[in-house]
């Protein structure tokens, strides 16, 4: 199962995402994740990214499609993978085109005026990663490893109205890109995070009895 998670900026992508890669033993392909685990590690990579995403702005096409070119050789990509938060531009879609097939898109619809606040309750954890919402965890470490939880330099407001921007313009008509191929799911993403996953599984599920009915046809 290989799966594209789209959606603006604190639209919830990344808790659905981890929640519905492990239901289905699915790797989850996170590229802002990947990203962030370069800069805490200080690598090339990681300082060269910085400056876009502290600003943010798009890392280069170049740097992501080699990223995620990479990925999906890995041993747990087997079984299939979700991506979230990437593609984010037409190049990037048209780039997976050539190297991977996709069997649907999941857009997680959230209005603009609700990503600000959304974003404004973000934390993260400064050991491994870990995300959280202040809505629905009070705690200031992290329950994983116990690191401090801080706010994440592109989760401040002054670059948060740029990240919102920059969705709109460059990752947004990915939404027609896709529903011209038919691959193509909404779901309403401004409810709570178990409402969401929910509808998202009936999808996936869904999905599930039409992969296995192409396999049969196939044997
Ligand atoms: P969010 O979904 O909340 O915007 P992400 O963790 O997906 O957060 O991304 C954080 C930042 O990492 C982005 O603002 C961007 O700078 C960079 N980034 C992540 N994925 C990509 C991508 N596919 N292409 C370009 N930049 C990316
Ligand atoms: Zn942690």
Do not use: W
């Not at 400064?126 to 490893?145: F, I, L, N, P, Q």
């Amino acid at each position: 199962m290989k799966l594209i998670f789209l959606g603006p900026p604190g639209a919830g992508k990344g808790t659905q995402a981890e929640k519905i890669s492990e239901h289905y033993g699915i790797a989850h392909i996170s590229t802002g994740d990947m990203l962030r685990k370069e800069m805490r590690e200080g690598t090339p990579l990681g300082k060269a990214a910085k400056g876009f995403i502290d600003k943010g702005e798009l890392v280069p096409d170049e740097v992501i499609i080699g990223m995620v070119e990479n990925r999906i050789q890995a041993a747990d990509c087997q079984k299939g993978y979700l991506f979230d938060g990437f593609p984010r531009t037409i190049a990037q879609a048209d780039a997976l085109l050539s190297i991977s097939d996709i069997d649907m898109v999941v857009n997680i619809d959230v209005p603009a005026e609700r990503l600000v606040e959304r974003i404004g309750g973000r934390r993260m954890c400064a050991g491994c990663g870990a995300g959280y919402h202040v809505s629905m965890y009070s705690k200031d470490t992290c329950e994983k490893c116990g690191a401090k939880l801080f706010i994440r330099d592109d989760d401040k407001p002054e670059t948060v109205l740029n990240r919102i921007t920059v969705y709109e313009r460059q990752t947004q008509p990915l939404i027609d890109y896709y529903k011209a191929k038919g691959l193509l799911r909404t779901v309403d993403g401004d409810r709570t995070p178990e409402t969401v996953r929910t509808d998202i599984l009936a999808l996936t599920e869904k999905l599930v009895s039409r992969l296995r009915t192409r396999l049969t046809l196939k044997r």
